[in-house]
């Protein structure tokens, strides 16, 4: 069985930043393809970021780059989400997900049904 739990979520206010962490345990996932993904109320779930645990390429919505970052750590079985330059339209409930069958990000990272494992998620407020 493989959990996720992210963290690192909160209030800011817009141009501030946050860092999101998403530790895996259980069932090694290290090398399928890990994604985030957000909500916002009433709007569907989209791609934000994606990698690997183990390192490798990385992978991003067109309205996060340059101000978003994926990362890892591969001993702590972590990736983690480097938001800055934050504006209103990031809020949103954040997840973390990981494929779960060794797939690679590059086909389809953005698709939500494609992961087999979900955190619970982490909410992040940007304020104006």
């Known amino acids: 069985q493989v959990q996720l739990v992210e963290s690192g979520g909160g209030s800011v206010q817009a141009d501030g930043s946050l860092r999101l962490s998403c530790t895996v345990s259980?069932?090694?996932?290290?090398?399928?393809?890990m994604a985030w993904f957000r909500q916002a109320p009433g709007k569907e779930r989209e791609g934000v970021a994606a990698?690997?645990?183990?390192?490798?390429?990385?992978y991003y919505a067109d309205s996060v780059k340059g101000r978003f970052t994926f990362s890892q750590d591969n001993a702590k079985n972590t990736v983690y989400l480097q938001m800055t330059n934050l504006k209103p339209e990031d809020t949103g409930m954040y997840y973390c997900?990981?494929?779960?069958?060794?797939?690679?990000?590059?086909?389809?990272?953005?698709?939500?049904?494609?992961?087999?494992?979900w955190g619970q998620g982490t909410q992040v407020t940007v304020s104006s």
């Open positions: 990698g690997y645990i183990g390192g490798g390429g990385t």
């Open positions: 259980g069932e090694t996932v290290s090398s399928g393809c």
């Open positions: 997900a990981a494929d779960g069958s060794g797939g690679r990000c590059f086909t389809g990272w953005h698709i939500p049904q494609r992961f087999l494992y």
